[in-house]
């Protein structure tokens, strides 16, 4: 970047190693739950519903708290509070009533986990159990059971909206042109209905919090393993009435978050137990067993979408008409978004000109729906991309060349009417369709295998509030090292790794001489949250400001020092230079001490860089149409296609190949693009395969831990993944980049899903395709001839 | 709880604790500021807490701490040479990508060290068979495949006198 | 993890002294795989456990020419795929042991301790069952050998008593010149998952006569022998598909899969007739293709 004058061998786009992963591989690296807190610290765990919904009767703690080293039994009304992030409709320990099966009635607070983790079944509860609705349709057509009758006096914020005295938390509507008369004028319509089930992040390490109270002051510390400090800062002060300033939250680095982390989750149960008066200032801990982190915290949406689509008999697509219905549990405090950004993404990347969407976060007895990598698109492009798909083959075109004839090219509106950045779409999937060979019939490699192809497209704005900001500070030292302060969590995605290349490109200042640390709320500025894929396009333009800002203030020094000016002055891995005047000098205590002026007074001291960032002009779109100019920041796109070939006999899926490219803008570390790129597109190929949660008739969860909830492990993983990326730049951008980490995991399942259906000619209507799923299709007496709908 | 003695070696160095009876090895280890073995499920299902036992690898939720009376544990803080110097199976998790958010990684490489001691040149299929009770949410597996390959090969190059190499304390 | 003691005796006389005089709260347990998740999970609460795997003379897999092969309480997974001589005889043992869990769960979890669980979904029993193990049952003052029909009972049920210990499993080697073997299984993952349904199927050949022995696993409330389908390959000397089909149909005969989060009732029942075909025709080919041993 000669305009820049600064020169370094690790800036944008090297290659360079990782930030962290040395402490990683060493095991030295602390986790939440590795912390040491001493002999004072206590021990929280919480006791759970056994019924979906009922009325708490009465709660009992005499012979729990009998017991040596109980030190408090905590109820629902000692923490009378309501918590979330959009909608305040969420109480950390039941007041009254049960809402899903597992949900905490109070909260065993001893000296040991063994001691707390036997005196939770002391807690005498009682009891009376109401009608439960698990079903998310029932939840939506019947109002006979609310799962929250006081729906009209929880606060939200104000594009969110929930129907009070329904079931439904949140409703997103898009309804631009005329749907019916696009219907009438279309020479093909299709309607389809496509289900996902609940499903949950995997993340291998647990939710782990401990809070402290301080006696003195009454302030609070929370360690927790959460993406974003500053939100659970913010919605746990507005949840308790307390200053911001009184609440420091620490994120030591976690074990995968995957959207599992985001907003709070188990922060303000573990606070409850920390305010008590009986805890008196100890610290207290409440770390998640594996089995019960899906009661803990969020998990992925169920999601039935019904899309009727009318097609021209040019292959043009005319109008949409989509309802969708987000399973969101027993609470929308955070899953209202997701439904949001399904429904303003609600024509995937396609340009219809006619839109109709109903996109509803639809509460039910069962544990809580929120953010998960894809945030909703996963969910949408599940069916968008198998619907355009079975809507191709009605009309005789090649599923490829229909997706491009309709294809949401730049200049073109999406379905909120924002018109489309430039992007590289049509050219990555020209290279997704050669490279996978997809339209070469090839023979099975495996005996007794049908082989099939499958392309699914991928798209996905970060999802925010407009208003979602970001700020970073760039601190030089005596040595002319770095310190860089940017609230992000750095969760394996390599955020630090990025802005540390961001830094050393614009200052010059060699990678391995920055330093980056996991957020403390107390030290570090404020950044929104760690979600949306955002942190390297959001925070990088902080980032990238505060490095500016450092390298202007020291240009400025240097050229008073050198009486030179600024412009003869260049940086070089760690050196200022100035060739006009042959001065040189390795970066050193004046940028901290200050210069010695030739005037000979002292000038400077510490030089610190600062940045901060907030999109200027996004517009939430309108309540009654979804309409607005620009809805969000921008759209990342990609394509993925899958060469996969099934057993009839056995009902296995084997994948020979996965073909995998998104437009990034600009790849600062390709190292950990294609990490998330390989990462999301397993994860994606997981849910397909095995993934979702399974209840029983009374709401009980059957597969809670990794036992019956199967992951992929790598002996799934026998095939190459093909990654690559186009840069098209963003125009409001650090370096041109966008998000990538969500991407990968949007359409991993509809390329399967199609790959099956040309592989067998079976059309299945319901994730995950398990090998039963399948076999049962293949076996059945009267085996599926078309759709498989079980 | 009464508490009972236990002797073994652990990274190369005699320790004597007391644990509780019902403690796993995992516990006890964390217990004792060994942390790098993570509690990820504490039923076998994940691998986030393997060590090597004696040769073997093993997840340490399902060994009871007394059950190493005697015995020799090595987990990954053994394994560096020197501060600062990783095990080449370390360095080929860091340098092949191997890594991200990393609570995965301890149990990986140490699955990956018994490993390559009884098949120093693998093949994938055989990677994926020894490595498939190690859950990995972020990495899509392809890169740690990528990294015991890597590993292997630097095992069998012939150790250079003064450069370190393989930091095995035993 | 509720607390238990533990009790980790040097040899089996200590071991028998401590079950006389605390029979009634304690549970054995060898590798402990299983165990220590029971006790996690509730499912069992003993006051004390009694770890063999402190006993050194229940490591070993002793063959016995001509007689059969003892295989030790301890003995892992892992020793019982690495041994050739269980390699040769055994087939299908193998192919359970190695679809049991994950290459590094198999160094702790024993041959002796997958059969104690006795668990419907238990990997290595069917094999077993086919190969006609026996337990070797020891007291302090008694030793005798149960057939594992007569050890299993139950789900987790076991016919001998609180002051007994499985020592030992004593599998037989029958005269044969050829001893081939599948075990075949759904789950739903390729790897550290349980049985949905299993069928193991072994063929003994000797002289010309011909043994075949069929067992399955996760589909009833025991793993069984179906002798039934048994007695039809046996009476035939040329197996076809349709003599496969009988085979399939007394095997469905035989068995009372049930719906759980694993798998559906339908779905066990459906794919126990594949599960059949498949191991059978393995059977056959092996036969065919590999070298006689013996």
Known sequence: MSDKRVYTDTGIGKKVERKFDREKVAGTLQYTDDLPFGKDLLYARPVRSPIASGIIRSIDPRKACAIPGVVAVITGKDFPYRFGLYLKDRNP?????????????????????????????????????????????????????????????????????????????????????????????????????????????????THCCIAKQDIGTGNITVWSSAQSVFAVREILAEGLGLSTNAIRVIAPPI?????????????????????????????????????????????????????????SKEGKILGIKNTFYFDTGISAEYGANPVRSAGYTSTGTYYIPNVWTDSYAVYTNKPFGGAYRGFGLPELMSAMEVVIDIAAKKIGMHPIEFRIKNLLQPGLPTCTGMPMSEHALEKIIRKVQADIRFDEKEKPLREGFKRGKGIALAIKAPAKPADAASSAIVKLNVDGTAEVMAATMDMGQGAYTAYAQMVSEELGIPYDRIRLDYPDSATHPYDWQTVASRSCWAMGMAVKEAATDARNQLLALYAEYWKVKEEEIFLKNGSVLCPKKNLSETFGPKLQNGFPMP????????????????????????????????????????????????SERTGEIAINRVVAGYDVGKAISPINIQGQIEGGTVQGISAALFEGLVFDAQGKLLNKDFTDYKIATIEEVDFPIESFWEETPEEVSPYGNRGVGEHSMISPAPALNNAVYNALGIRFHRYPLTRERIFMATHAKKAVTEDCYD | MPKHALSFVLNGETVDWEVETNATLLQALRENGVTSVKRGCEEGECGACTVVIDELAQKSCLVLALEVEGKSVLTVEGLPAAPGKLHPIQQAFVDEGAVQCGFCTPGFIMTTYAFLKTHPNPTDEEIRHALSGNLCRCTGYLSIIKAVKTAAEALSKPIVAGEGGEGDVR | MKAFDLFRPKDLFQAFSRLELNQHETVLKSGGTDLLIWIKKGLVSPKEVVDLSSIDSLNEIEVKEGEGILIGTNVSLNRIIDHPEMKRRFPAL?????????????????????????????????????????????TSCSKRHLPLPRLIIGPRKKSISKTEIVTHLWIPLPKADLSVGAYRRASRRRALDLAQAAVACTLFQHRGERDFRLAVGALSPIPVRVSEGERILNETSNIDEKIADRVADAVLKAIQPITDVRGSREFRFAVTVELVRESLSLCLTRAKTEEGCY
């Open chain 1, 93 to 205: 320990i039941a007041i009254d009533r049960v809402r899903y099966m597992g949900e905490p009635v109070a909260l065993v607070v001893a000296t040991t986990e063994a001691i707390a983790d036997s005196a939770i079944e002391h807690v005498k509860v009682e009891y009376e159990a109401l009608p439960a609705v698990l079903d998310v349709e029932k939840a939506v057509c019947d109002p006979s059971v609310l799962v929250h009758p006081d729906l009209e006096h929880y606060k939200r914020v104000p594009f969110i909206n929930p129907q009070p005295g329904t079931n439904i938390g949140n409703w997103f509507k898009i309804r631009r042109g005329d749907i019916e008369e696009a219907f009438a004028q279309s020479d093909t319509i299709i309607e389809e209905k496509m289900e996902c089930p609940q499903i949950a992040h995997g993340f291998l390490e």
């Open chain 1, 255 to 311: 074990g995968g978050g995957f959207g599992g982390k985001a907003g709070m989750t188990i922060e303000a149960l573990c606070l409850s137990a920390a305010l008590h008066p009986a805890i008196k200032g100890r610290p207290v801990k409440l770390f998640v067993p594996r089995e019960e982190v899906m009661l803990s915290s969020w998990v992925r949406q169920a999601y039935i979408a019904t899309i009727k689509m009318g097609i």
């Open chain 1, 599 to 646: 005037d000979g007074k002292l000038k400077g001291g510490p030089i610190i860089g600062r940045g901060r960032f907030v999109p200027e002009d996004v517009v939430n779109p309108d309540a009654e149409t979804g309409q607005s100019p620009k809805s969000v920041v921008h759209f990342t796109v990609g394509a993925i296609a899958i060469d996969a070939e099934v």
């Open chain 3, 94 to 138: 193998i192919e359970a042991c190695e679809t049991h869990s994950d290459a590094v769960l198999r160094n702790k979890a024993t041959l002796v301790g997958n059969v104690c669980s006795a668990v419907p979904s238990g990997d290595t029993i069917p094999p077993l069952l086919c190969y006609e193990a026996e337990a070797v049952v020891q």
